[in-house]
T-cell receptor
Framework: QKEVEQNSGPLSVPEGAIASLNCTYS??????FFWYRQYSGKSPELIMSIYSNGDKEDGRFTAQLNKASQYVSLLIRDSQPSDSATYLCAVNMSGGSQGNLIFGKGTKLSVKP | KAGVTQTPRYLIKTRGQQVTLSCSPI?????VSWYQQTPGQGLQFLFE???????NKGNFPGRFSGRQFSNSRSEMNVSTLELGDSALYLCASSLAGTAYGYTFGSGTRLTVV
């Protein structure tokens, strides 16, 4: 069973702090990794993609990938109340462009003013 | 540029009925995937279509089916509805497949009574 695991939270951080979200996956051959943000009552929105080991930065967001340890993380610097949402980790399981995109159940983040 | 359009937004059906949901992907996107989202199970993959062919299928019963037309629009059908089919059904499109990330539509909220 190919799985993506996330801590369900809620993760509560004060405004301005760094929020750290983690994700592990079961399929060692996975190739593409994504972070989605989902506000309550809305559909998921792609915020980061990462394909190779290391860090990828985009504004206040940094995605980190470690394929040997099979984990992906998302750091949100200078967290804002508007970042409060559920963050979904998604992994393309071993199929190249044709693989299944498997989602974790998400981590709920709450940023307190 | 228009996003992914799903119709209808809301649907109430009776147990035993069937339902058809529609999805129009972003112009130029040839890959369309369908997901079921429930509070308990999160986002679960139903199937993916690319150029009118089903490339991948999730672990759902045969009551769930789909198709894709030559203009990349897609439909999914659920026959003999059960109470447990109540969920948010999300369609997502991608240029060529899961390696490139998805853009989600707003979803169809199906309630089975």
């Amino acid at each position: 069973q190919k799985e993506v695991e996330q801590n369900s939270g809620p993760l509560s951080v004060p405004e301005g702090a760094i929020a750290s979200l983690n994700c592990t996956y079961s399929d060692r051959g996975s190739q593409s990794f994504f972070w989605y943000r989902q506000y309550s009552g809305k559909s998921p929105e792609l915020i980061m993609s990462i394909y190779s080991n290391g860090d990828k930065e985009d504004g206040r967001f940094t995605a980190q990938l470690n394929k040997a340890s099979q984990y992906v993380s998302l750091l949100i610097r200078d967290s804002q109340p508007s970042d409060s949402a559920t963050y979904l980790c998604a992994v393309n399981m071993s199929g190249g462009s044709q693989g299944n995109l498997i989602f974790g159940k998400g981590t709920k983040l709450s940023v307190k003013p | 540029k228009a996003g992914v359009t799903q119709t209808p937004r809301y649907l109430i059906k009776t147990r035993g009925q069937q339902v058809t949901l529609s999805c129009s992907p972003i112009s130029g996107h040839r890959s369309v995937s369908w997901y079921q989202q429930t509070p308990g199970q999160g986002l679960q993959f139903l199937f993916e279509y690319f150029s009118e062919t089903q490339r991948n299928k999730g672990n759902f019963p045969g009551r769930f089916s789909g198709r894709q037309f030559s203009n990349s629009r897609s439909e999914m059908n659920v026959s003999t509805l059960e109470l447990g089919d109540s969920a948010l059904y999300l369609c997502a499109s991608s240029l060529a497949g899961t390696a490139y990330g998805y853009t989600f539509g707003s979803g169809t909220r199906l309630t089975v009574v």
